[in-house]
């Protein structure tokens, strides 16, 4: 199967509520990555959070099976640091092999989804 | 007429919830996707599915008309297997010819159209 | 000042509702093409309509100025026809000069936004 | 580190309206845009911004700190003019170094967001 998704993601629009109306975390606000990983090997990937009055926190690392999609929550990210809540934020992702990735929102049922997409930037 | 599209598309973000409020399947939540074949060959495409949990299932066939539009409902992708409710998945399609394809989603009167047209993956 | 734009474009996701509950026209669905015209030179470009069960409809005309942006509403578009209603399109638009498109859709308040900027397909 | 980024960035679908019914600052309407700079470097950009009926207005300056996001609301945009309410706009951004940019609107609350990120445009 051929080579699908790029190696290099980035965002720049995160941001996580304090408040959230959602009664159930399902529903909370929340910032999520899908990362399809449609490769026959394991993807490893990296990530940074970049803020606006402060350094950079990384590196987050995550794994992704081969063959298999994973949805990761910002809110989850916490080695090294958790995410700041109420802060804007932006992200780049690099990952070992091709994935394809989106960056989704729920601000408490509303899903602006699939804005990522369409920052794939690739290495070469 | 020159080519237009891509051969390889693919989406992360896909989730099709079990329950919905809309009283009429027009209104259900779904997921969808758009294919666009503006060439004057018909187009078959292959669907594959990725999951969180268990093996990828494809392929799934599909044609488009040459110079036609095709709206693809996922919750009618049944053959080999009907795509799991309540599930988040992924998605890989892959065309014969080049193709535009956007994948919408309707959450019960929602529109978070468009997502996948940020994720053209060219062949080269 | 460096091209910026591309010649060709296309969506698949495009619907305008037969019904809406907007009051005046400002509110009433509609879809929408932006496009922002960078260049010194007028831009002239040419939409093609396509549909599910019958043959594309075009070759709809339209200018923008330099230096100049312009908002089309789809339903504008009747000469050689009107596009029609509840149904399903796509669209494909290709310009003498780069321009930057979006997409954009109301469905009587809700507007998905800027669907179309993903889809930009390059000549070469 | 890569470079990661573009150094031109444009969107075509912007729109400030006039009337709002949020009751604070940070519910209003407005557009705004995240430049992330994920490099070693200061980023300064160029912002232009065109109208449909009379000429582009600019170059408003902005600078991005190294390893730095910054949200520029397009409101704020006041030297060499205000940006125009009620008017559709296009803009064009071009940076001196590889950023990251969103577009994203809130419409007293709807937050049509990530819509710029589908339209970088590589300057070779």
Known sequence: MKKIGKLDWAFSGGNIPFDSTGEEPMFNSHDKIAVLNISEEEAEIEIFIFYENQA???TYEVEIQPKRLRKIRINDLIDPEAVRLERNYGCYI?????????????NTGQNAAAIM????????
Chains 1, 2, 3, 4 share one sequence.
Request: charged letters at 10%; zero cysteines.
């Open 56 to 58: 950079p926190v990384g």
């Open 94 to 106: 690099r990952s070992n092999v091709p994935v394809v990735i989106q960056f989704s929102r729920m």
């Open 117 to 124: 997409g369409s920052m794939a930037f690739p290495t070469e």
